[in-house]
């Protein structure tokens, strides 16, 4: 009897503790997650605040007029935070910090603030390459573009959202800056095996997989940086 009535408890007090973890599972938090997991809003609305600070804090200076305030602060988080733009479109590496604020300079050089160059900041001008032209004796050296607004406000060389888009989903360089070799020519031509109706370098593979959204954001942000001179292809006085 007494072999019993332990097992009876046994059973009972196991009955009992698996209510418990039942009614924990069914009503308690989901085991393993923290509170934040699984909330894309939440996830959000701190990608936007950082990307705000971060643009603060580096010098860069926003044009907030008539412009979403979450989406500029989306769009800095994946400009600047979750991708490196301006590593490749700026004029080259040595400027595309100031001279005491680059944070890969021992001390006392660097002053311990992270600052943007304003004066090249997504400006392009970076040469990458070169890459096979028409011949072994003519390669093609290719040049990151301007980013920042032209006159018209609409950034990366005037072009709409709808260009924007296109040329992140799809690679497709508008400027037509380096057509497939024909024959013996044009000179800025690259060849085979180089597709020159794809932008080359540019990780647009990586960024064709972003939400409408957050290629949005990427544009309305571009949008906000001030505008600078230069990038290849470019036109004089682009800013006035």
């Not at 308690?28 to 997650?33: F, I, T, V």
């Not at 979750?82 to 944070?103: I, L, R």
Request: hydrophobic share 35%; proline share 8%.
């Amino acid at each position: 009897m007494k072999e019993k009535n332990k097992l009876f408890k046994a059973l009972t007090a196991g009955a009992v503790f698996s209510a418990v973890v039942v009614a924990g599972l069914l009503f308690g938090s989901k085991p393993g997650l923290a509170d934040n997991d699984n909330n894309g809003s939440q996830d959000e609305k701190q990608m936007v605040q950082i990307g705000l600070t971060f643009a603060s804090s580096a010098g860069i200076q926003l044009n907030m007029n008539h412009k979403d305030r979450d989406m500029v602060g989306l769009g800095s988080y994946l400009v600047n935070v979750a991708g490196d733009c301006n590593g490749c479109h700026t004029n080259n590496p040595a400027t595309e910090y100031t001279p005491t604020g680059n944070p890969y300079l021992l001390s006392p050089v660097f002053n311990g603030t992270k600052k943007i160059n304003p004066a090249t900041y997504l400006g392009g001008g970076s040469v990458f390459g070169p890459l096979p032209g028409v011949d072994a004796a003519h390669p093609v050296p290719i040049i990151s573009r301007n980013l920042t607004p032209d006159k018209t406000g609409r950034p990366e060389g005037g072009n709409t959202l709808s260009d924007f888009k296109l040329i992140m989903r799809t690679g497709k360089d508008l400027d037509h800056a380096h057509p497939s070799c024909t024959g013996s020519g044009p000179a800025n031509c690259l060849g085979f095996p180089f597709n020159g109706e794809l932008l080359q370098v540019m990780p647009w593979p990586n960024f064709q997989n972003l939400t409408d959204r957050q290629l949005e954001a990427i544009y309305t942000f571009l949008s906000a940086i001030p505008c600078l001179e230069g990038g290849p292809g470019e036109p004089a006085n682009r800013c006035k």
